[in-house]
């Protein structure tokens, strides 16, 4: 496969660890692992590095929706095994400039119950990557059993006098919001995950200027089969945090806004307002919030969001006539939503947490808990429930269409 333009800047900083870029070339599970354990010693550089592995098991049952044909159907349950691992690397080739590099593999299994052909998606996503690695590196001949890689990061950072500079794969996410942000339009996250601080990298010339203790600029170019231009300026002004930002996507999707946050006593505040423009039309999303802690120890988070892209009924129907949508820069589908999130410290080790989204156009809901239990100190237990409820299960209720999630993943940092 072909070496992505930050796999030649690497080259370049890290001129003798060829292992590694033999094995991004051929995409090969050896060749890379070998070549990731070897570059830091080959280039005698300092180095800071880490291993992420998790193992994980979920449990998906999705209902059976009215007014589709049992071929389009997806599986009544589903049941996903995953064993997972990450090794992280900084290098620092100069006090001026930083090599970051996270690279990952996985071993999945999944098992359908009844046996049918699963429906294929339509769900459509941007592309912020110009090359990547084969994702699959082995599959079973009946898909249920795969080993998977990814090349989540591979950047250059310079320290320059003139701003801070990253160049190369790298995670980039906007907004203020917890639940519902109207300016993550990169690669947003969805409700169900279990991770809301992931983001995938994307390839991107990035820069940050410093306008004060608390203030900066920040502007980047991002590549890929899809493209997107940004500014972004943060300020602290009249006890408040303040974030203005612009965002262009493939030269016709567009977005202007203003994000607030401060706070009254005990009480956080903040809203975030948008303005997205595509050809033909535009609308506004906006999201109020806040959080406080009650009795020492409950922390309570709600939000308020309206969604001016959305529609109170077709919701399909709606969101088929709209770009953003249809680059999955806009999630929700419908208009009014109302989110409340709850977590209490059960003892030193073990975290709880619940809560509910509701869309107030059509009443459906989707319920969530969850517990993290510290196993140690580098190892942690997590384990989800996402439950929708709706009147039935039809595309006339956006959570009547989610499917029931149940997860656990052991996490081991060393």
Known sequence: MRLSPWGRVRGLVWGNARGLVRGMVRGKVGGIV?????????????????????????????????????????????????????????????????????????AQGTVYWPERQQASSTASTADYRLADLDTELWASSTDNLGLY??????????????????????????????????????QPIDLVATDRSYRPGVDALRATWFLGPVSSLEAGYVMGVDRALFGRLKAFILAADWQLSAIQINDQYRLAALGVQSGIGALGLWQETAWLSEPGSSDIRVTLGADMTLFEDWYLVSELHYNGLGSAQDYLQNAAGQGFYQIGAVLPLAQWYASVQV??????????????????NDNSALFNSALAYSVSDDMTLNVNAVVPVAKSHSYAYEYGIYP?????????VF
């Open 149 to 186: 890689q990814q090349l989540d990061a591979l950047s250059v950072t310079w320290y320059s006098p003139f701003g801070e500079w990253v160049l190369g794969r790298q995670p980039i996410s906007f907004g203020l919001a917890k639940f519902y942000s109207p300016i993550d339009v990169m």
């Open 343 to 360: 977590s209490y410290p059960i003892n030193v080790l073990t975290q709880w947490s619940t809560g509910a989204t509701l869309n107030l």
């Open 404 to 412: 029931s999630v149940f997860s656990a993943q052991l996490q081991w």
């Open 34 to 106: 070998t070549g990731l354990l070897l570059a830091p010693w080959c280039a005698a550089l300092d180095y800071q590095q880490s291993v992420d592995l998790t193992s994980a098991a979920s449990l998906l049952s999705t209902p059976t929706l009215s007014g589709l044909p049992d071929s389009a159907q997806a599986a009544d349950t589903r049941a996903n095994g995953q064993l997972s691992g990450y090794w992280n690397l900084l290098a620092f080739p100069s006090a001026a400039t930083q090599v970051n590099l996270r690279y990952g593999w996985s």
